[in-house]
């Protein structure tokens, strides 16, 4: 301490003679040196040994209410905002298990996710101006399909004027049941509409129409896997997800070229974007990727994961657009 | 006069029962004595002028056209007065819209249907003062035929539908006087609702505009909505021919209810009574089971319903489809709710004009729908009316509030304004209704509803006569009245279903009406039989 030190006035052994009518007090002076600042101590210097364990408690009551609150925010994050993160008590009680693998076998409940059945078709309807057909959910539902029963319909709006017929078959053929819309576990409609952003909507009670691909891409992997429970990775899968839509899709050459030698770099690290597993990051970078007609001139890590990509054999419906 | 006022009102007491309308149409009558009193003064004194008018060959009130001659005059269309034909000498019929009267000028509306322009007579060496001042008496809504130059104007019309040009009046002779007091004005019964409250002027409810429904539909928006009705029964005529149905006419005077027993009309038939077709649901099935494959037919269709509401008549004209399929009875939702897309975007395409016409005075926000149509189960409607918090039983029928609010609920997700409602609990449909061969709850039946209301209800029919049989006496029917009905599946019959739509509601519904006595041209409600 940059303080000058200056001597003591009167020596501190000076003993005086108090009355013994009057309670005892320690030296405040002394006792600084002597008790730690967190306990409380006695008259004496002593720690009252019920004093601490009410302290305990209260520091147990206080942990509880600030989990308790976390779990709340979380839940109502989810609520609310539907492609946030899942809450914390149930990222922490999935802390334990490994993330998704590529094949998307990590535990997801539609139940859980999409909220209870009531007895009827959950169907996730997805506007989409026809001018940009979104590669990046065309895939993600293909995987869908392999995972649950899906029932997909595609739908033009009367607010759209001409629709390609590539477009109306982009789901793939009819399933040989759609007759019978009560067999399949999800639904998704696809409406070709004059929308200014693609837009999603699922439950018009409970939530707000979700709106860019970016984020109706998020919810729709959720379903199939759940984000990792890593922060780090989570925002790093995002931020890539979000790098593709706003820099690869929309960007400049410029900025594409940038994003390209990110992913350079990146894909030198590891076989896939975020972490070690296959993710959303791959996917919509991919798709972003082919969209903007970069694949072949990209560097070589990113021809390397690309053929990776490619060997999954979930983007053949994306391709189809690109022909 | 005074002394026939005396009397109209001695008369009047007397009748003491006698209604409003009489005592109006007396002073009308009263009204128009005096106005022709006036007008032979008013002529007393131009004949007394008469040497002074240079132009009294120009104008006139024309003999009664009885045919007397073949002119070959061509009369030109309003709609196609175009700057490109200014500076002609041209022809016209058409009804005076309105006529105001400056100075030495007289400007007159002239209209045909929806379609008007101005005119214009001012004194001058080709008009006298005469002239003018009885082109300013002509009465409103009379018809007319004038000789005039078509000229260029150099500031758009904002009030006519032709706004380029405007017509210089040469010659102008009355072809047909209305009478000078009508019982609603043209603009009080186009004005929209709730504007002219504001601005203290009048509008014309809806008795008054069906009590005189010929003036009424002269207006634009009448005229509109009845031209985009024809093309609704153009368009609907047009896709299912093309899709190979044959069109059938079917009695209209029938021995049996045909759908259970109550609401139909009973009329004498010579020694005994019959009744009025309810729906040509058994015709149709019966042309199908005598291989006619695919069916329609468009006719009246009569129910006894003592509902008064906006959605009820009488009689309507229904639009009925009936056809055999191969194996699911989708193949006839898919059918017909082709047909409504085609006939929605027949009208988004060819009657835009009448669309925009009819939203003029009742606004409303333009239909939307998908192609192909959305499929809803019955189950899933009830999900999503729970969700939205409403009790009700699983095989309880929706009821009307329920039918909108789902309707809502559904445009909100899907932005559709037609849907398909599809397997309905088969407790809430006809005998004739084919079960779910899954669930004997449920049945393979539709209804399709526009803006959240219901504008048709259709089924796979039961096509064997045991089955048909007993559900007939499931329902407590009495077999001997349907024995006919029944026979007719005896002898084969393929596996069929349909549906039969309400034009009216089609109508109403498609252009955002909320009343169902707009559609229909002369609607018969159960307090209404005339005109």
């Given at each position: 301490?940059?303080?000058?030190?200056?001597?003591?006035?009167?020596?501190?052994?000076?003993?005086?003679?108090?009355?013994?009518?009057?309670?005892?007090?320690?030296?405040?002076?002394?006792?600084?040196?002597?008790?730690?600042?967190?306990?409380?101590?006695?008259?004496?210097?002593?720690?009252?040994?019920?004093?601490?364990?009410?302290?305990?408690?209260?520091?147990?009551?206080?942990?509880?209410?600030?989990?308790?609150?976390?779990?709340?925010?979380?839940?109502?994050?989810?609520?609310?905002?539907?492609?946030?993160?899942?809450?914390?008590?149930?990222?922490?009680?999935?802390?334990?298990?490994?993330?998704?693998?590529?094949?998307?076998?990590?535990?997801?409940?539609?139940?859980?996710?999409?909220?209870?059945?009531?007895?009827?078709?959950?169907?996730?309807?997805?506007?989409?101006?026809?001018?940009?057909?979104?590669?990046?959910?065309?895939?993600?539902?293909?995987?869908?399909?392999?995972?649950?029963?899906?029932?997909?319909?595609?739908?033009?709006?009367?607010?759209?004027?001409?629709?390609?017929?590539?477009?109306?078959?982009?789901?793939?053929?009819?399933?040989?049941?759609?007759?019978?819309?009560?067999?399949?576990?999800?639904?998704?409609?696809?409406?070709?509409?004059?929308?200014?952003?693609?837009?999603?909507?699922?439950?018009?009670?409970?939530?707000?129409?979700?709106?860019?691909?970016?984020?109706?891409?998020?919810?729709?992997?959720?379903?199939?896997?759940?984000?990792?429970?890593?922060?780090?990775?989570?925002?790093?899968?995002?931020?890539?997800?979000?790098?593709?839509?706003?820099?690869?899709?929309?960007?400049?050459?410029?900025?594409?070229?940038?994003?390209?030698?990110?992913?350079?770099?990146?894909?030198?690290?590891?076989?896939?974007?975020?972490?070690?597993?296959?993710?959303?990051?791959?996917?919509?970078?991919?798709?972003?990727?082919?969209?903007?007609?970069?694949?072949?001139?990209?560097?070589?890590?990113?021809?390397?994961?690309?053929?990776?990509?490619?060997?999954?054999?979930?983007?053949?419906?994306?391709?189809?657009?690109?022909? | 006069?005074?002394?026939?006022?005396?009397?109209?009102?001695?008369?009047?007491?007397?009748?003491?029962?006698?209604?409003?309308?009489?005592?109006?149409?007396?002073?009308?009558?009263?009204?128009?004595?005096?106005?022709?009193?006036?007008?032979?003064?008013?002529?007393?004194?131009?004949?007394?002028?008469?040497?002074?008018?240079?132009?009294?060959?120009?104008?006139?009130?024309?003999?009664?056209?009885?045919?007397?001659?073949?002119?070959?005059?061509?009369?030109?269309?309003?709609?196609?007065?175009?700057?490109?034909?200014?500076?002609?000498?041209?022809?016209?019929?058409?009804?005076?819209?309105?006529?105001?009267?400056?100075?030495?000028?007289?400007?007159?509306?002239?209209?045909?249907?929806?379609?008007?322009?101005?005119?214009?007579?001012?004194?001058?060496?080709?008009?006298?003062?005469?002239?003018?001042?009885?082109?300013?008496?002509?009465?409103?809504?009379?018809?007319?035929?004038?000789?005039?130059?078509?000229?260029?104007?150099?500031?758009?019309?904002?009030?006519?539908?032709?706004?380029?040009?405007?017509?210089?009046?040469?010659?102008?002779?009355?072809?047909?006087?209305?009478?000078?007091?009508?019982?609603?004005?043209?603009?009080?019964?186009?004005?929209?609702?709730?504007?002219?409250?504001?601005?203290?002027?009048?509008?014309?409810?809806?008795?008054?505009?069906?009590?005189?429904?010929?003036?009424?539909?002269?207006?634009?928006?009448?005229?509109?909505?009845?031209?985009?009705?024809?093309?609704?029964?153009?368009?609907?005529?047009?896709?299912?021919?093309?899709?190979?149905?044959?069109?059938i006419q079917t009695p209209k005077i029938i021995s049996a209810a045909s759908e259970?027993?109550?609401n139909v009309f009973t009329v004498s038939y010579?020694?005994?009574s019959a009744y009025l077709a309810q729906s040509p649901q058994l015709y149709k099935?019966m042309?199908?089971?005598?291989?006619?494959?695919?069916?329609?037919c468009v006719g009246p269709v009569f129910r006894a319903?003592?509902?008064?509401?906006?959605?009820?008549l009488t009689e309507f004209v229904g639009l009925d489809?009936?056809?055999?399929?191969?194996?699911?009875?989708?193949?006839?939702?898919?059918?017909?709710?082709?047909?409504?897309?085609?006939?929605?975007?027949?009208?988004?395409?060819?009657?835009?004009?009448?669309?925009?016409?009819?939203?003029?005075?009742?606004?409303?926000?333009?239909?939307?729908?998908?192609?192909?149509?959305?499929?809803?189960?019955?189950?899933?409607?009830?999900?999503?009316?729970?969700?939205?918090?409403?009790?009700?039983?699983?095989?309880?029928?929706?009821?009307?509030?329920?039918?909108?609010?789902?309707?809502?609920?559904?445009?909100?997700?899907?932005?559709?304004?037609?849907?398909?409602?599809?397997?309905?609990?088969?407790?809430?449909?006809?005998?004739?209704?084919?079960?779910?061969?899954?669930?004997?709850?449920?049945?393979?039946?539709?209804?399709?509803?526009?803006?959240?209301?219901?504008?048709?209800?259709?089924?796979?029919?039961?096509?064997?006569?045991?089955?048909?049989?007993?559900?007939?006496?499931?329902?407590?029917?009495?077999?001997?009245?349907?024995?006919?009905?029944?026979?007719?599946?005896?002898?084969?019959?393929?596996?069929?279903?349909?549906?039969g739509?309400?034009?009216?509601?089609?109508?109403?519904?498609?252009?955002?009406?909320?009343?169902?006595?707009?559609?229909?041209?002369?609607?018969r409600?159960?307090?209404?039989?005339?005109?």
């Open positions: 301490m940059s303080m000058y030190q200056v001597k003591p006035v009167c020596g501190s052994h000076i003993t005086t003679d108090l009355p013994t009518c009057m309670y005892n007090l320690p030296n405040v002076h002394a006792q600084q040196r002597n008790s730690s600042t967190s306990e409380h101590a006695l008259q004496n210097g002593e720690v009252d040994p019920a004093v601490k364990a009410l302290e305990a408690r209260q520091d147990e009551i206080m942990r509880k209410l600030y989990e308790l609150k976390a779990a709340v925010e979380g839940l109502a994050k989810t609520v609310s905002t539907p492609d946030a993160d899942l809450d914390l008590t149930v990222s922490s009680s999935l802390s334990s298990q490994s993330p998704a693998s590529i094949t998307f076998k990590g535990v997801t409940d539609l139940d859980t996710l999409l909220g209870k059945d009531l007895g009827a078709l959950r169907d996730i309807v997805i506007n989409v101006n026809p001018a940009q057909p979104p590669l990046t959910l065309l895939v993600l539902h293909s995987v869908l399909c392999q995972r649950y029963r899906v029932l997909s319909t595609v739908h033009v709006h009367s607010s759209a004027a001409s629709v390609p017929p590539q477009l109306l078959s982009c789901l793939g053929p009819r399933h040989a049941d759609s007759y019978a819309r009560q067999m399949f576990q999800l639904g998704f409609t696809l409406i070709w509409k004059d929308v200014p952003k693609l837009q999603m909507k699922f439950s018009v009670q409970n939530m707000c129409p979700v709106e860019g691909e970016a984020n109706v891409a998020r919810f729709l992997f959720k379903l199939l896997s759940p984000y990792p429970s890593d922060p780090a990775v989570a925002t790093l899968v995002d931020s890539w997800v979000d790098t593709a839509f706003f820099q690869l899709a929309e960007g400049s050459a410029k900025e594409r070229a940038a994003v390209l030698r990110a992913l350079n770099s990146a894909l030198g690290r590891g076989p896939w974007l975020a972490g070690p597993e296959f993710s959303l990051a791959d996917i919509a970078c991919y798709c972003c990727v082919l969209q903007s007609g970069s694949a072949s001139s990209s560097p070589a890590n990113v021809q390397r994961w690309i053929k990776s990509c490619e060997n999954l054999g979930h983007f053949s419906p994306a391709k189809l657009f690109l022909k | 006069m005074t002394k026939e006022e005396a009397q109209g009102a001695a008369e009047e007491e007397q009748q003491a029962q006698s209604k409003k309308g009489l005592k109006k149409q007396q002073k009308e009558a009263e009204k128009a004595a005096k106005k022709a009193e006036k007008q032979a003064k008013l002529a007393d004194e131009q004949q007394s002028t008469e040497e002074d008018d240079f132009a009294k060959d120009r104008y006139g009130v024309s003999a009664m056209i009885q045919s007397q001659q073949k002119l070959d005059r061509v009369l030109v269309r309003i709609q196609d007065l175009s700057p490109e034909k200014a500076d002609q000498l041209i022809w016209l019929r058409a009804r005076v819209h309105t006529s105001r009267a400056k100075g030495k000028q007289c400007f007159l509306v002239l209209r045909q249907q929806q379609f008007n322009v101005q005119a214009l007579v001012a004194v001058g060496d080709r008009a006298s003062k005469q002239m003018v001042k009885f082109a300013a008496n002509i009465t409103k809504e009379s018809i007319i035929d004038v000789e005039a130059f078509v000229r260029k104007v150099e500031q758009k019309i904002e009030s006519c539908s032709q706004q380029d040009v405007e017509l210089h009046i040469e010659r102008i002779f009355v072809i047909s006087q209305a009478e000078p007091r009508l019982p609603l004005q043209l603009e009080d019964a186009v004005r929209p609702d709730g504007e002219g409250e504001e601005e203290g002027r009048a509008t014309v409810n809806q008795d008054t505009k069906l009590d005189n429904r010929v003036i009424d539909l002269r207006t634009t928006t009448s005229q509109a909505i009845f031209r985009l009705q024809s093309g609704v029964c153009l368009l609907f005529r047009d896709t299912l021919t093309k899709k190979g149905f044959v069109e259970g027993g109550a010579f020694k005994t099935q042309c199908i089971c005598a291989d006619f494959d695919k069916v329609f319903e003592d509902s008064n509401t906006h959605r009820h489809i009936e056809m055999a399929f191969s194996y699911h009875y989708h193949e006839v939702i898919d059918s017909i709710t082709d047909t409504m897309v085609q006939i929605f975007k027949g009208l988004r395409d060819n009657f835009q004009t009448e669309i925009q016409m009819v939203n003029k005075q009742f606004p409303s926000e333009p239909f939307k729908f998908l192609e192909p149509t959305l499929r809803l189960e019955y189950t899933e409607g009830l999900a999503m009316l729970h969700e939205a918090g409403v009790e009700m039983g699983d095989e309880e029928d929706l009821s009307t509030p329920n039918e909108k609010l789902l309707g809502r609920l559904v445009k909100e997700k899907y932005d559709t304004d037609f849907y398909v409602l599809d397997k309905y609990p088969l407790a809430v449909r006809p005998f004739y209704t084919m079960p779910d061969p899954n669930n004997p709850k449920y049945s393979n039946s539709y209804d399709m509803f526009m803006r959240g209301e219901e504008i048709l209800s259709g089924a796979q029919r039961v096509h064997d006569a045991q089955l048909l049989t007993d559900r007939a006496v499931h329902h407590q029917i009495d077999l001997e009245k349907i024995k006919a009905y029944i026979d007719s599946f005896r002898y084969g019959a393929p596996p069929h279903g349909g549906g739509i309400g034009l009216e509601r089609v109508c109403m519904l498609y252009l955002g009406l909320h009343n169902i006595r707009q559609t229909s041209m002369f609607p409600d159960p307090k209404r039989l005339t005109p």
